[in-house]
């Protein structure tokens, strides 16, 4: 039942189920990696508003979910995942011609590890 306490998930089947984020990461502004985050090998800023994300264990497929918060509801993302090791994002403010900018941002991915 769900108000036994004596119950557990084990962490390995956790870290397996597709509800449970695989990784998640707080990015400044400038494109560096705030801490806390999980999961996240290295962020490269290779551009305006341009980030590619490293992960430190692989997706088992390039089909996982990826969402984005940017630090206002000024601004929008798109992210694209790239390889079942990388995804990249860009912010953009919500202008009536959006440009890519640099914002600080907040990332999660979901979906199937190895």
Do not use: C
Not at 16 to 23: F, I, P
Not at 40 to 49: A, F, H
């Amino acid at each position: 039942s769900g108000s036994n306490v004596d119950k557990y998930i084990p962490p390995d089947y956790l870290q397996k189920h597709y509800g449970v984020a695989k990784a998640w990461a707080m990015v400044a502004a400038a494109g560096t990696l705030n801490t806390p985050s999980y999961n996240i090998d290295s962020i490269t800023d290779t551009g305006t508003g341009n980030r590619l994300v490293i992960f430190d264990i692989d997706f088992s497929i390039v089909q996982y979910n990826v969402h984005g918060l940017s630090d206002s509801n000024a601004g929008s993302i798109y992210a694209e995942r790239t390889a079942v090791g990388s995804s990249r994002f860009y912010t953009l403010n919500n202008a009536a011609t959006p440009t890519v900018q640099d914002r600080y941002t907040g990332m999660l991915y979901f979906g199937n590890q190895s």
